[in-house]
């Protein structure tokens, strides 16, 4: 059971460092404009409206890059045959892009792939199983 609940630390870690290092890159890819603070919500939503698709898709990207390696290493460290790690990883993780497409302006393509790509938890679970 401490083992499980470990597995699923790890792999909420492991997947945040994945999608804070992608946005990184994003963000020096389309920088904040000027003066602008990251803490100023209301500034960091008129960023996100201008931002270009690329800019977008990237977020997305991240997120992808954060379910594969968070169902990987919540499956490797709960050392099961069984993907509930996994899903409590990918649960957790769709909980938070819920909220945070519900408070910034993002459209209804970024909706979609935002919710589906938590799927890829699945993934990265099976390739965890993965002995060859």
Excluded: Q
């Excluded at 990251?38 to 890059?65: C, H, Q, R, S």
Aim: hydrophobic share 50%.
């Amino acid at each position: 059971m401490l083992r499980n609940i470990l597995a699923v630390f790890a792999g909420i870690i492991a997947g945040s460092i994945c999608i804070w290092g992608v946005e990184t890159l994003n963000h020096l890819l389309y920088p904040f404009p000027k003066g602008m603070k990251p803490d100023n919500m209301e500034g960091f939503k008129n960023y996100i409206e201008t931002l270009p698709f690329l800019g977008k898709f990237m977020v997305i990207v991240g997120y992808a890059l954060g379910a594969l390696v968070s169902g990987f290493i919540a499956t490797k460290v709960s050392r099961s045959e069984k993907p509930n790690s996994a899903i409590i990883c990918g649960v957790i993780f769709l909980c938070f892009t819920i909220y945070n497409m519900s408070v910034l302006p993002t459209p209804a393509w970024f909706w979609a792939l935002g919710i589906l790509v938590w799927g890829l938890v699945l993934v990265g679970y099976k390739l965890a199983l993965n002995k060859k």
